[in-house]
């Protein structure tokens, strides 16, 4: 499985991005698939995934309301939304899927800055 993600960039505060996440391989067998993101000293963070076949979404609190995390199974590719971003929003996006039985796999980052 390769990942490719696409479409990070500056904006300001309260503007909109939306990240894409091209997969290549096989994923129709999925234990999870999802966004993480991580600033420079700090461990990655969860962002939003769909676990369980893709039935079930959890966001972290912070973007609660905000992102929405969807997909696109006729294109193999994973997007979110990110609406009224905020300055504590800026850090390196990546894309990640889990195969069974606990295979991972990680796309090789975007960066979304966000100004104030």
């Known amino acids: 499985v390769q990942l490719v993600e696409s479409g990070g960039g500056l904006v300001q505060a309260g503007g909109s991005l939306r990240l894409s996440c091209a997969a290549s391989g096989s994923i129709f067998n999925i234990n999870a698939m999802g966004w993480y993101r991580q600033v420079p000293g700090k461990q990655r963070e969860l962002v939003a995934t769909f676990t369980k076949g893709g039935g079930v979404t959890n966001y972290a609190d912070s973007v609660k309301g905000r992102f929405t995390i969807s997909r696109d199974n006729a294109k193999n590719t994973m997007y979110l939304q990110m609406n009224n971003l905020k300055s504590e929003d800026t850090a390196v996006y990546y894309c990640?899927?889990?195969?069974?039985?606990?295979?991972?796999?990680w796309g090789q980052g975007t960066q979304v800055t966000v100004s104030s």
């Open positions: 990640h899927v889990q195969t069974p039985p606990y295979y991972n796999y």
